[in-house]
């Protein structure tokens, strides 16, 4: 099991915490026209580097478990009592290819709330679509759901391992068609 932190430094030769958006830039080989479209958004900037530079470091065939990702890439799940500075959550990957996503549940209403209007507002910024939020969820938060974790695993990465193939298209149950 890796430090998302360390994974980093390991296969991408950068800080994932402290380096600075031009040098995130640099690390993702991005040309202006990227550098435009990113901005100053760190967490994309991150997740392409963990796409392009990190994850395909990682040994083929092999199972590589990353986790603490940074804390504002929290989603759904806690922080890391240890260390706030990151989340209580990890990804599988096999190979290249993110397998599963899991972590421990945030049961904090009030500061689940709070992220979900800092996402919002962000999206707004961005003009994308911007989504009610899950007043089910703020509800269940509320009135006292217990300590719990889980893992998502995506069923047709994994069928993709199985068959060998690295097109989605083989091994997709239902397909939509446009």
Known sequence: MLNYEETFRMHAGVDAFAASIDELA??????????????????????LIMSTVVA??????????????????????????????????????????????????LTDAVEQRQRIDRDLEKRQQLGRDVYPWDKTLIAALESGLPECAGVALGLERLQMVMDRTDDISDVITFAVEN
């Open 56 to 105: 395909p470091r990682f040994p083929n065939g092999r199972l590589t478990v990353v986790q603490h990702y940074p804390a504002s890439q929290a989603a759904l799940a806690r922080l890391c009592p240890d260390d706030d500075r990151v989340a209580d959550r990890f990804e599988v990957f096999h190979g290249a290819m993110e397998l599963a996503n899991g972590y421990v549940e």
């Open 26 to 47: 640099a690390c993702a080989r991005a040309d202006e026209r990227l550098r435009r479209e990113l901005a100053d958004d760190r967490d994309t900037w991150l997740d």
